[in-house]
């Protein structure tokens, strides 16, 4: 082998970036040409459901109690053992009184009124206290208590230079800020607090944005 062959196959060729017709070159595109993948994800985040173990409770307790007793009292009669006063006296009630009566009228509002009651609590979420946040990774769910919420913003608003006190409140769709400035103009106030508290807002993560109003004031004269 001659020095010239040596050199050829300890040589190689470095591969080179070629560009593409479009002018693109193979590099990833940057995070701000490609679009946000979790906006669509955002608008299907849902509430979270409340397990409604007190109502559920109550509920079943009653229905047990009530079950049971007439049970027993079903086969106390079969026993040819008399029926209990309340079975006796319900029995005669509901065979004197007419429908137009007041008390079978009460009863039957009270009725209505339980099952309206927990139908309202089948069908809707609860937990209102509870903000869900942005999906951080697929089949993992967060949520945001309003008042931890609502503390952060404060804590925000209270750098902001001319603050003398702030209250916030946050609801399932807005974030009321009610601050007292002492000194500086009551609109530079404000400009800040509205920069101020978006971002807060941002940064809470929450998958339905709030909608920030701000209202600042002078404090009250003694």
């Given amino acids: ?17 070629d560009k593409k017709p479009d002018g693109a070159d193979g590099a990833t595109p940057s ?4 679009p946000a993948t979790g906006t669509a ?16 409770a ?20 079969r026993a040819d053992r008399p029926a209990m006063a309340w079975r006796r006296w319900l029995a005669r009630e509901l065979g004197t009184r007419h429908l137009d009566n007041p008390w079978v009228l009460g ?39 309003r008042a931890a919420a609502a503390l952060v913003l404060r804590d925000r608003a209270m750098e902001v230079a001319g603050v003398q006190s702030v209250r916030v409140a946050v609801s399932r769709r807005k974030a009321k800020t ?3 400035s002492h000194f500086r103009e009551l609109d530079e106030v404000r400009a800040d607090l509205d920069t101020s508290l978006g971002e807060g807002l941002r940064q809470l993560g929450l ?3 709030l909608r920030l109003t701000v209202d600042v004031r002078r404090p009250k004269k003694r």
Avoid: C, K, N
Wanted: charge should be neutral; avoid cysteine; glycine fraction near 4%.
């Fill in 1 to 17: 082998m001659s020095d010239e062959d040596a050199e050829r196959s300890d040589t190689r060729r470095l591969p080179t970036l």
């Fill in 31 to 34: 995070t701000a040409d490609t």
């Fill in 41 to 56: 994800d955002h608008d299907r985040v849902r509430r979270f459901w409340s397990a409604r173990r007190v109502p559920a």
């Fill in 58 to 77: 109550l509920v079943a307790l009653v229905l047990l109690a009530a079950a049971g007793l007439l049970l027993y009292d079903v086969a106390a009669v």
């Fill in 107 to 145: 009863a039957a509002a009270v009725a209505v009124v339980l099952g309206i009651w927990l139908i309202v609590l089948a069908v809707t979420p609860g937990l209102r206290q509870v903000l869900p946040m942005r999906p951080a990774a697929p089949g993992i769910r967060a949520g945001l208590d």
């Fill in 178 to 180: 009610h601050a007292v």
């Fill in 207 to 209: 998958a339905h944005e």
